[in-house]
């Protein structure tokens, strides 16, 4: 599948990369600036020779290329973003990775005016594209490393078929995806990462996750 | 501790009055009808004869009784019983366990107008309540069994002490408790049981919950 990665340049979106390239999908990293973009592929293929199929687009370009588009940009950008890549991804997948933290206060949860930031991707992009939502809880440092992953992913949105697509992708990259209901549940992982935080400094860690247990 | 829990005649509130009583607490069974607490404390009592102090009051009553109280209430019946306890619990803890679960649709994540029923119960009780939710993603068949717990319990509160407090409580009913911020948080822990039910229905279960990994 050709996955574009919006927002690509950064930690999450470079792992992310990284997983879904080495199971064989075609990924394209894009960033507000085409040289940026370049640039973090070019890092990437060094650091790790065996990836073929990366490249670096600008953002509306990636996500005019790709079959299927992830968002992986901070809360204040999400807005500019999503009206930059709209014309782009109708009739696509969406994968939004945002979580709307409000810097400096990451560990309390923000609800954005419309329930959460996946929502207001789709009120954004309109009902011709099927936003899911995932990814928001599982930590950077281990999707660089090849360690199993030690969180489950929690899959969101309105269209059961996409959801499934995702799932599939979580798959990919060595996690296990749920169907966690429709598009207004993601608050609960959107608003997670802020808990894990807490968890996190709690114990002086930097990766701590969820296992959904009690399903055998 | 003397613990009362208001809607202890329901099923997650019987479990926790199980699990207390048998740590050596001396429990309150609150109920908006006295004959109605009496009736569901004789019944624990003849199920688990090894129970000891364990008594029924009228909510109010069990309140004022109490050195601390859990309230696990339907959503609907949330805001009467905060009212109808209000001058009861003034200087206590009260641990909301309260779901903003809105039937038929409970597999939907509903977020109440103040950003949650724990930030509502706080908003209503006033500063002098320290107010801590917690145990909302708990499966209370699993409470009455002495089965080893399948899920940890996410316990926000804006009072440090009072968080303390109740991760006590939730090891002395043999789970685990995560400070997982403040009382806005709750969102998070109240939205999960609604992503909770989405995968027990798709699993066929009853009693899928949470793990916190990482922090080792």
Redesign the interface.
């Known amino acids: 599948m050709i996955i574009a990665i919006i927002g690509g340049t950064g930690k999450e979106g470079k792992g992310l990369a990284y997983r879904w390239a080495k199971a064989g999908h075609q990924i394209i990293i894009g960033s507000r600036k085409l040289e940026k973009a370049q640039r973090i592929t070019s890092q990437l293929k060094e650091e790790f020779p065996e990836l073929e199929d990366i490249e670096g687009l600008a953002n509306p370009d990636a996500a005019q290329k790709a079959e299927l588009v992830v968002i992986t940009v901070p809360f204040a950008a999400h807005v500019p973003i999503l009206e930059a890549i709209k014309e782009h991804v109708q009739g696509k997948i969406v994968v939004d990775v945002t979580v709307p933290l409000v810097p400096p206060k990451v560990?309390?949860?923000t609800?954005p005016a419309a329930?959460s930031a996946a929502q207001e991707a789709q009120d954004i992009l309109g009902d011709d594209v099927r936003v899911v939502s995932a990814f928001q809880n599982v930590?950077y440092e281990r999707l660089l490393e090849d360690a199993e992953s030690?969180?489950d992913v929690?899959v969101c949105g309105n269209n059961k078929e996409a959801k499934e697509t995702v799932i599939s992708l979580v798959e990919d990259a060595g996690m296990k995806g749920?169907?966690?209901?429709?598009i207004?549940?993601s608050?609960?992982?959107e608003?997670?990462t802020?808990?894990?935080i807490?968890?996190n400094k709690?114990?002086g860690?930097h990766?701590?996750?969820?296992?959904?247990?009690?399903?055998?």
Chains 1, 2 share one sequence.
């Open positions: 560990t309390r949860v609800i329930g930590s030690l969180c929690l749920f169907n966690a209901g429709p207004q549940n608050i609960v992982s608003g997670l802020s808990v894990l807490n968890i709690k114990f860690v990766s701590a996750g969820i296992k959904i247990t009690g399903i055998e």
